[in-house]
């Protein structure tokens, strides 16, 4: 792994996922999860002041990266929920079926290599009943903005760890077998091909 990969990126993912904006995506959502917690792609921490410590007993963490997950330490620290962390991709998780009470997933799934995968690993390990609470940028939907995500794509991906700028994340549930309960959707502050979010409540 290069200076770039081990040093420079996971500072630049920390502060662009860090931003007000999307903060205040992450606060709609994480408040919501309880019981025991999968965090897809848990990164830096940045949901960990999200969560609702009364309704939850522990956060497990999934993420590949050593290096933005040491950064994630001073959130961990000051978090009075226990987090711990599996370091893998949420391909194919260690966990026995219906074992967590909810799953949360924030700008993740547009690094994941096989994200249709991972979200049937999610369905798979959350109990009947439990909720899959989720905020992610995406494609947009008009055309001309759509065009200029796959123009930048290319680039984009070597310069933000395999970020995809424009996927179609209401089509990634869907093909996964996975419903919305809630799904809402619009552009938040910033340049308009990373900025199409789509959050809300998703259920096997």
Request: glycine fraction near 10%.
């Amino acid at each position: 792994m290069g200076f770039y990969q081990k040093h420079v990126l996971p500072f630049c993912l920390n502060k662009a996922c860090g931003v007000k904006p999307i903060s205040k995506q992450r606060q709609k959502i994480v408040p919501l999860a309880s019981g025991r917690v999968l965090e897809i792609g848990i990164g830096s921490g940045l949901n960990l002041p999200h969560y609702n410590a009364e309704n939850v007993t522990e956060i497990i963490g999934v993420d590949p990266d050593d290096h933005i997950w040491k950064r994630s330490k001073t959130m961990r620290e000051a978090c009075p929920i226990p987090v711990r962390r599996i370091g893998l991709s949420g391909e194919q998780i260690p966990m026995d079926d219906n074992t967590v009470d909810s799953v949360v997933v924030t700008y993740a799934l547009c690094t994941i290599p096989d994200p249709v995968r991972a979200l049937r690993e999610m369905a798979r390990i959350l109990k009947p009943g439990g909720a899959i609470y989720f905020s992610e940028h995406g494609m947009a939907p008009d055309v001309s903005v759509q065009k200029w995500q796959g123009r930048i794509d290319p680039l984009w991906k070597k310069l933000a760890g395999g970020c995809h700028s424009g996927r179609d994340i209401p089509d990634l549930f869907q093909a996964a077998g996975i419903g919305f309960e809630q799904l809402e959707q619009m552009y938040i502050p910033g340049p308009k091909v990373l900025s199409y979010n789509y959050w809300g409540i998703a259920r096997p």
